[in-house]
Structures are given as structure tokens and as C-alpha cells.
């Protein structure tokens, strides 16, 4: 067995009070470690690559607060320019010129995106973006993928990813039947049950939303032809494709799934990066899709603190280091490096695993695989992913506290944490 050196006194208390006083303990329900076992990390400060507890404990990180990080934590130029903005006031709830600069870089960016709205998360991103889908088609139903998460908004709490799949939930209570009808699912990778589903409801499928790259259910790439398929299909239905590149957009490429596919969707969501670490969320797309967005069109949505400075002027800062030369090779070569010598590692200690990557983000399940869909992910074990997981952790290591959830490496991960992060994993894969 490892041994435990890791101190966590004052992350217990700290979590032990925070049960009293938040459900679970927690603003979002995977940081409470409710799969893995043990109790969470309570975190002090983040830099770069790296994580310290309130305990005085080092990590090195691979959640990025779960996208977002991708150039590093607090890096120097996000914060600077930040501590510029702030002199000026938080939020203007007016106009303000930096929406002007994040949103020609989003349109210069994204290959669907003519036009842009700016609101504060990705479910935010997505639930809007449903309603723009229903507007513009005058139809009802969508088709979403077993094992993606488009956030928590009730029409997409169907076989939904991320935390409901990590926590095993069936469809939650709350959700009423009469708004998740109109949602059909299909397993992901399978365009046959997407062309069934358009013959049988034929004419009322508003549009088909999808992770290009599934990171809510662990890492699953689309297969071959996939994403080309969908792109027919919907134009053969009159019906609109969108991609959700919440967690994909600026981080597998700096146009994200649809720049390194080559396919391009009627409407995109994105957060996480094009926030550098704020609250943000965005959707977009053609430009006579997004004139109905009011108040240039009928369909209405708003928000009090949406385009606010700070998340406009980190969101700036991030997109400009991540468009200079040699940016998404780094993460490319860092993120293969880690799971070739992962997989490798835990195949010679007898595990059963596969794994990949695309640029900084990356997976790894207790399974032999191949996984296409949430139906493979779960055949991984779950156990033996808890045991990898709590070893890591006790090394230093901060992995994704769910066998469910993508992992990210940043620019600021370099040869050496990546070589620390694999002689950790030589000593707990080993162990079990
Ligand atoms: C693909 C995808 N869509 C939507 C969301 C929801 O975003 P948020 O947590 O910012 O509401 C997430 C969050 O992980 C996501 O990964």
C-alpha cells in the first residue's frame, strides 16, 4: 500500500464545516469527491502548473479549474491586466469596448461564429443557445448524446455527463417530464440511431447539440466521419447542428473541434477558456441565426453581469497568449507524453487501460477499451480508478476526482511535471 504523508488537518475541518452550511459542501458537486472516496482538498492559492492547500501541500494540477487554465494559473499577464481593469470598476452593466475586442477575436477565431452573445456560464451557453435552436427552426425536439453534459439546465438533464454521471444520478428530481419530452438521445459515435431518430420524428428536430470532443463522460474523441455524418444528416433534416465547445473551444485548437475537424456548425457554445479564469459563457454562429437575439430580434435573452470587464479583459489576455506561434504543439506533445507514459506504466504493472489525447486535453480509463460512448466509458473500473486517483493525490498529484471527467495539462506544464507526474504514477500504479 502507499503511505499516507499527506497532511489534510485543515482541509478537514474546513470541509466539515462547509457540510454544515452548503449541500455537500460544495458550490459544485464533483469537487466533493462523492466517487473517489476521501474527503476533498481545500485549496489557498494556485500558480501556474501548480496547487497549494490550506494544509501548506504542493500539487501539480491536471483540473485547471476544470478548462479554464489553460495557460497557467494566475498567470502574470491575466493578472496584471486585471488589476488594470479593476482600478476602473467591476461591472458597467452598459456597453463596454473590450466586448468589441473579445468578440472580433471569438469571430476571427471560430470558424461558425459570425456573430457573438456573451453571458456568464456554459449552461448559461447552452440553454440559450437551445432557445435560439427552437426559434429558428419553429421546432421542438433535440437530439442530444448519452453521456454529454451541455450543463444543468432541465431540457439537458437526460443521460446527461459530468457530475450525474460521476455521481450515478437517474434523470434528477425537479426536471418536469413535459420539458425533457422533447429531448431524444442517441449513443455518441452512432449515426445510425441519430438517423433513425430524424425518421421517426420527422420535421420536428429543431437541431442536434454535441461535445465534438466528449470530456464529460472521460475522453472520447469522435470516430471517423462522425461529425461529417452529423453535418449531413442535419442539412438533409433542415435541421441546425450545434457544437458545444464549452470545454473543446480554445483548448484542442485555438478554433477549437470545429477548426481541427474541419467541420463547421450552425452554432457553437463556448466558456471556460474564452473566460481566463472568470465567469463566461458564449454562443454564436451565422449571422442570420443570431439576429433573432434580442434586442436585434424577438427571442430574449439577458443578463445583469454579462460582458462585465474583468471576464472580458481576462478572457482578452488568455486568447492573445494562446494565439502566439507554438502554443497548441506544446500542449499536443506535453499532454502525448504524459498519457503514452501513463498508459504504458500501468500496462506493465498487469492494468487494464487505454487512453489518448488531443492537444491539452486528455484521458485515461481502467478499461481495455476502445471507448466510442458512455456505454464503453462505464465498463471501466471504477474502483481501481478511486485507488489511482486517492495514490496520486498522496504523491502530489491532483487528478480529476471522477474516472468521468476529461483531464487538462497548460502551457505551464513543462517536461518536468511531466516526468514527476509519471514517477508518481510508477509508484501507485505498482502498489495495487
Ligand atoms: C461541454 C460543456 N458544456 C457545458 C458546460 C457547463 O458549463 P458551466 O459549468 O460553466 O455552467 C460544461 C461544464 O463543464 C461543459 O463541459
Known sequence: MISTTLKTTKSEEIFTTAQKLMPGGVSSPVRAFKSVGGQPIVFDRVQGAYLW??????????????????????HPVVIKALQEALEKGTSFGAPCVLENTLAEMVIDAV???????????????????????????????????????????DMFLVKAGSGVATLGLPDSPG??????????????????????????????????????????????????GFLAGL???TQEYGALLVFDEVMTGFRIAYGGAQ???????????????????????AYGGRREIMALVAP?????????LSGNPLAMTAG????????????????????????????????????RVCGGHISGMFGLFFTPGP????????????????????????????????????????????????DRTLEAAQIVLSSF
Not at 112 to 119: D, H, K, L, P, T
Not at 123 to 147: D, H, P, Q
Not at 321 to 345: C, F, M, N
Request: aromatic share 8%; net charge negative; hydrophobic share 40%.
Open 53 to 74: 492547500d490550506v494544509d501548506g501541500n504542493q500539487y501539480i494540477d491536471y483540473v485547471g479549474s476544470w478548462g479554464p487554465a489553460i495557460c497557467g494559473h494566475a
Open 111 to 153: 470558424p461558425s461564429i459570425e456573430m457573438v452573445r456573451f453571458v456568464n456560464s456554459g449552461t448559461e451557453a447552452c440553454m440559450s443557445v437551445l432557445r435560439l435552436m427552437r426559434a429558428f427552426t419553429g421546432r421542438e425536439k433535440i437530439i442530444k448524446f448519452e453521456g454529454c453534459y451541455h450543463g444543468h439546465a
Open 175 to 224: 426536471v418536469p417530464k413535459s420539458t425533457t419530452s422533447s429531448t431524444l438521445t442517441a449513443p455518441y459515435n452512432n449515426l445510425e440511431a441519430v438517423k433513425v431518430l430524424f425518421d421517426q420524428h420527422p420535421d420536428q428536430i429543431a437541431g442536434v447539440i454535441l461535445e465534438p470532443v466528449v470530456g464529460n463522460a472521460g475522453f472520447i474523441p469522435p470516430d471517423v
Open 231 to 233: 453535418r449531413e444528416l
Open 259 to 281: 477548426e481541427k475537424f474541419g467541420i463547421t456548425p450552425d452554432l457553437t457554445t463556448l466558456g471556460k477558456v474564452i473566460g481566463g479564469g472568470l465567469p463566461v459563457g
Open 296 to 304: 436585434a430580434g424577438p427571442m430574449y435573452q439577458a443578463g445583469t
Open 316 to 351: 482578452i489576455k488568455t486568447l492573445e497568449l494562446l494565439r502566439q506561434p507554438g502554443t497548441y504543439e506544446h500542449l499536443d506533445r506535453i499532454s502525448g507524453k504524459l498519457v503514452a507514459g501513463l498508459l504504458q506504466i500501468a500496462r506493465d504493472a498487469d492494468h
Open 371 to 418: 471507448v466510442h460512448s458512455y456505454e464503453d466509458a462505464k465498463k471501466s473500473d471504477l474502483a481501481k480508478f478511486s485507488r489511482f486517483h486517492r495514490g496520486m493525490l498522496e504523491q502530489g498529484i491532483y487528478l480529476a476526482p471522477s474516472q468521468f471527467e476529461a483531464g487538462f495539462t497548460s502551457l505551464a506544464h513543462t517536461d518536468a511535471e511531466i
